[in-house]
């Protein structure tokens, strides 16, 4: 199988606080993750990509100073939300792909996490 | 970049009835055309995915239409279930790349 873990599956924290939060793939080692977050009763939207031992690619919009990624290695990246403000409670959810013989490396799924601020 | 757009927001539907979700895209480059469900607080589940070679997917009660030329694909539930209730989210990419969402279909089964 392809499983993606991440941890916490929720936190709660205090305004102005940091919360870390790590995407793993257990059984596979993923050439990229990427990062997602979901409002309620909204899409996902693609915060970062990130591949091992590079800098994460942010999509327009998105703070890298606040959302701070590392890839570290080929089997974890962590989303570091900083001074975290109520605006930010959301579900954030990851992804990551393997190489595959075919074209298109197929997203594999965290279970979400979900962040409420206070 | 990339834009999808899917209707309808919402779907409500008997029991046994077919249920059909369509989304269009922008970029003629997309050639990977996945469809996902989603349970409340749960994560995505792929449930079908049409790649732009093929026209038409189908397994058991899920198929998927793909229509290059107009660039729009659906998705075709049949003989609808309760659990089939939850969001519905297709979405496009460019072999390998970001994928880019549709804004969701929340379908409704009602028994």
């Known amino acids: 199988g392809a499983v993606v873990s991440q941890h916490p599956s929720w936190v709660i924290c205090k305004s102005g606080t940091s919360v870390k939060i790590e995407c793993r793939s257990l059984?596979?080692?993923?050439?990229?993750m990427f990062w997602y977050r979901q409002f309620p009763k909204q899409s996902l939207m693609l915060m970062a990509t990130?591949?091992?031992?590079?800098?994460?690619?942010?999509e327009q919009g998105v703070e890298k100073d606040k959302f701070l990624i590392n890839h570290a290695s080929l089997t974890l990246s962590t989303l570091t939300v900083t001074s975290a403000h109520p605006e930010d409670s959301s579900f954030y959810i990851c992804?990551?792909?393997?190489?595959?013989?075919?074209?298109?490396?197929?997203?594999?799924f965290g279970p979400g996490t979900r962040l409420t601020v206070l | 970049g990339e834009n999808v757009e899917q209707h309808p927001s919402t779907l409500s539907v008997q029991e046994g009835d077919s249920a059909v979700i369509k989304c269009t895209y922008s970029?003629?480059?997309?050639?990977?055309f996945p469809w996902y469900k989603q349970e409340l607080g749960k994560r995505p589940q792929l449930i079908i995915d049409?790649?732009?070679?093929?026209g038409e997917k189908k397994d058991q009660r899920i198929a998927v239409t793909l229509n290059k030329t107009a660039k729009h694909f659906s998705l075709h539930i049949t003989e609808t279930q309760p659990e089939d209730s939850a969001v519905y989210f297709c979405?496009?990419?460019?072999?390998?790349?970001?994928?880019?969402f549709g804004e969701g279909t929340q379908l409704t089964v009602n028994p």
């Open positions: 992804s990551a792909t393997r190489p595959a013989s075919g074209v298109y490396n197929e997203q594999f």
């Open positions: 059984d596979f080692q993923a050439t990229t």
């Open positions: 990130s591949n091992e031992g590079s800098k994460a690619t942010y």
């Open positions: 970029d003629s480059a997309s050639n990977y």
């Open positions: 049409i790649r732009s070679n093929v």
């Open positions: 979405a496009a990419t460019t072999s390998g790349s970001r994928l880019t």
